[in-house]
C-alpha cells in the first residue's frame, strides 16, 4: 500500500455559549475515521497557508464563514495514520497526517449558527466541553482532548 504524508488543518469552532461543533463523515466517500465525530478541517493544499486552507475547508465542510472570527493556533503537536480513499483516484493508500488545530470563537449561541453540511459531512451535533466523552471521537483527537487536559 503506497504511504502518503498530509498536514491537516481543522478547528474547535466554540459558539458563544461554549459549544464545540462537530461532524460525522460519509464512510461511503473515503474519509478517514468515518465512525467518529471529528472537528471540522481538511488537508492543505499545494501553495495554501494553514489560515486559507482553514477558511476553505471550514467553508465548504460546514458552510460557516469565518474570516471576521477570532482564530488562534490551539495545537499542532497531534499525529495521526489511517487508511484513506482517494477521493479522485479511489486508491487506497495509508495516509500519515500532522494535525494544526486552532480554536476559533463564533458570536453567536449554538443553537443560531447557521450550519450547512457540504464536501464529506452527513451530520453534526454541538457538543460541551464537558461532555466530549460522550462521544466517539477519533484517536488523535482523544489525544488532542487530553494535552488541553479537556478529558
Given at each position: 500500500?503506497?504511504?502518503?504524508?498530509?498536514?491537516?488543518?481543522?478547528?474547535?469552532?466554540?459558539?458563544?455559549?461554549?459549544?464545540?461543533?462537530?461532524?460525522?463523515?460519509?464512510?461511503?466517500?473515503?474519509?478517514?475515521?468515518?465512525?467518529?465525530?471529528?472537528?471540522?478541517?481538511?488537508?492543505?493544499?499545494?501553495?495554501?497557508?494553514?489560515?486559507?486552507?482553514?477558511?476553505?475547508?471550514?467553508?465548504?465542510?460546514?458552510?460557516?464563514?469565518?474570516?471576521?472570527?477570532?482564530?488562534?493556533?490551539?495545537?499542532?503537536?497531534?499525529?495521526?495514520?489511517?487508511?484513506?480513499?482517494?477521493?479522485?483516484?479511489?486508491?487506497?493508500?495509508?495516509?500519515?497526517?500532522?494535525?494544526?488545530?486552532?480554536?476559533?470563537?463564533?458570536?453567536?449561541?449554538?443553537?443560531?449558527?447557521?450550519?450547512?453540511?457540504?464536501?464529506?459531512?452527513?451530520?453534526?451535533?454541538?457538543?460541551?466541553?464537558a461532555n466530549l466523552t460522550s462521544i466517539e471521537v477519533?484517536?488523535?483527537?482523544?489525544?488532542?482532548?487530553?494535552?488541553?487536559?479537556?478529558?
Amino acid at each position: 500500500m503506497r504511504e502518503i504524508t498530509r498536514n491537516i488543518v481543522s478547528a474547535v469552532l466554540v459558539s458563544k455559549d461554549a459549544k464545540i461543533l462537530f461532524g460525522k463523515k460519509d464512510p461511503a466517500k473515503g474519509g478517514v475515521y468515518a465512525d467518529c465525530w471529528h472537528i471540522p478541517g481538511g488537508g492543505i493544499d499545494d501553495g495554501e497557508d494553514q489560515i486559507t486552507a482553514l477558511k476553505r475547508e471550514i467553508m465548504e465542510e460546514v458552510g460557516i464563514d469565518i474570516s471576521t472570527a477570532h482564530v488562534s493556533l490551539l495545537d499542532d503537536r497531534g499525529r495521526g495514520t489511517s487508511e484513506k480513499t482517494l477521493k479522485d483516484t479511489g486508491e487506497r493508500v495509508l495516509c500519515h497526517m500532522v494535525f494544526h488545530v486552532y480554536e476559533v470563537h463564533l458570536d453567536q449561541n449554538a443553537a443560531d449558527v447557521r450550519v450547512s453540511l457540504n464536501d464529506d459531512l452527513v451530520e453534526y451535533q454541538w457538543v460541551d466541553k464537558a461532555n466530549l466523552t460522550s462521544i466517539e471521537v477519533p484517536p488523535p483527537g482523544v489525544e488532542l482532548y487530553k494535552r488541553l487536559r479537556w478529558i
